[in-house]
């Protein structure tokens, strides 16, 4: 409805500063830091990872991490039961001191409060979705009031682009699969609501009214967001409160289509890129990767990456006469891809690699780790010679587990 609209067009600045801010790091998703690993010289159980039913001993570490608090969802449940309302209160007074400070203005600043956290986090799962991110533990204690991302628990991204995909080792029904993490994070949402039930209004039926009414505007800026990031990712520019209904259908479908072959969730958008650029939809037979425009005329987009260096579509996906429509009818949207060159990233901490990492530190070989750290933290520039994060099949990933400690 129009509410729901204008709570889309409304988003705090303070929130907006956030995410802009952030833009300069990586793909720009806010999340907390790693500042240090300390080793504790103890040694700690953890699943075998070739035999889950044994356990082996790791070397013990404290992670050190920093952000803007580290107050989450169930700060404010743990306050209610300990301190009662008036806790609730003081912690939220000092939530909006800190992180959104806007609401202070507001009428209820304690509902303005919730407002904001809700559209933060619904922005924040839609980009999660938008690289392909699984959290591997979406409770009410892994939701930090600032908007960040915070103790991702098990996580993993993405390979094949698969909506049930699962890896968290303790999700065993699926709870915080890819495509229910919208869903979840309502539900954390819902518990932070009854958190602040108390001091939203001294009415209880007037203070649950007016937090349902605020939550539902998680959806809209859901969808919104996640469909903005798809559609740069395939050149498309969403104008505007809403999508082009052709802009929508093109990013469902072409979704669609990767989930039924397992095509790859990173590389298949930046397959997409050179045949963009020779403005023959035909040419996403894998030829006409080297085909691209001059580099002199990419570079005065302000691109860097260099021509051939984009993988090839997913040979499931060119064999589909259903991609061939796809790819004619998205033609006719007229993608620009340089928007898709500055929206997709080229890589993604790929779980194969990260186990590879892992084993190799624990051997002693910090170089394999420095390396992923390095090519994440410029997602968009192409590495000659830097196959670590390449892309495995789809059928080889399915079944990749992680760990609580990884």
């Keep these: 409805g129009g509410g729901d609209a204008d709570g889309v067009e409304e988003l705090p600045d303070h929130v907006l500063a956030q995410h802009r801010a952030q833009d300069r790091i990586a793909v720009g998703i806010p999340t907390t830091r790693s500042l240090g690993v300390a080793a504790t010289g103890a040694l700690v159980s953890r ?31 743990y306050a209610l039961s300990t301190g009662g ?32 956290v809700v559209f933060a986090q619904a922005r924040l ?52 699969r890819y495509r229910n993490q919208a869903a979840a994070a309502q539900w954390n ?41 798809f559609a740069a990712r395939i050149g498309l520019r969403v104008q505007g409160e809403a999508a082009a209904p052709s802009t929508a259908a093109a990013v469902e479908d072409l979704l669609g289509l990767m989930a ?32 691209a425009r001059p580099r002199a005329e990419r570079a005065a987009e302000g691109t860097r990456d260099e021509p ?17 429509q796809w790819l004619a009818r998205w033609h006719q949207l007229g993608p620009d891809p340089a928007l898709m060159r500055r929206s997709a990233p080229r890589v993604v901490p790929r779980n194969h690699a990260l186990q590879e990492a892992l084993d190799a530190a624990e051997a002693g070989e910090i170089g394999p780790v420095l390396e992923i750290l390095d090519a994440v933290s410029h997602p968009f520039e192409h590495r000659p010679g830097n196959t670590r994060l390449g892309a495995p099949s789809g059928a080889q990933t399915r079944g990749f587990t992680t760990y609580c400690g990884t």
Excluded: K
């Design 260 to 291: 039924q072959h397992a095509a790859d969730h990173t590389d298949t958008f930046r397959a997409l890129i050179p045949v963009a650029e020779s403005g023959d939809p035909a040419r996403a037979d894998g030829h006409g990767s080297r085909g």
């Design 85 to 116: 309302p008036e806790l609730v209160r003081r912690l939220a007074h000092w939530c909006i001191t800190r992180h959104h400070p806007g609401a202070a203005d507001a009428a209820n600043p304690p509902l303005e409060l919730y407002r904001r």
């Design 308 to 324: 051939g260096a984009d993988p090839s579509p997913d040979p499931g996906l060119v064999a589909d006469p259903r991609f061939r």
């Design 47 to 77: 699943p075998d990872r070739m035999d889950p039913r044994r356990t082996v001993q790791l070397p013990g570490a404290v992670l050190a991490r920093v952000a803007d608090s580290h107050v989450r969802v169930g700060t404010f449940q």
């Design 189 to 229: 949402l819902a518990r932070f609501a009854e958190a602040l039930l108390p001091v939203l209004d001294a009415e209880p039926d007037r203070a649950v009214d007016l937090a349902q009414e605020a939550l539902a505007g998680f959806p809209p800026v859901y969808e919104a967001e996640r469909l903005r990031l």
């Design 125 to 176: 799962v839609a980009a999660w979705e938008a690289v392909g991110f699984v959290h591997g533990v979406m409770n009410t204690d892994n939701m930090a009031i600032s908007g960040q991302g915070i103790d991702y628990g098990p996580c993993a991204f993405l390979d094949a682009h698969d909506p049930d995909a699962v890896f968290s080792s303790i999700d065993r029904t699926g709870r915080y």
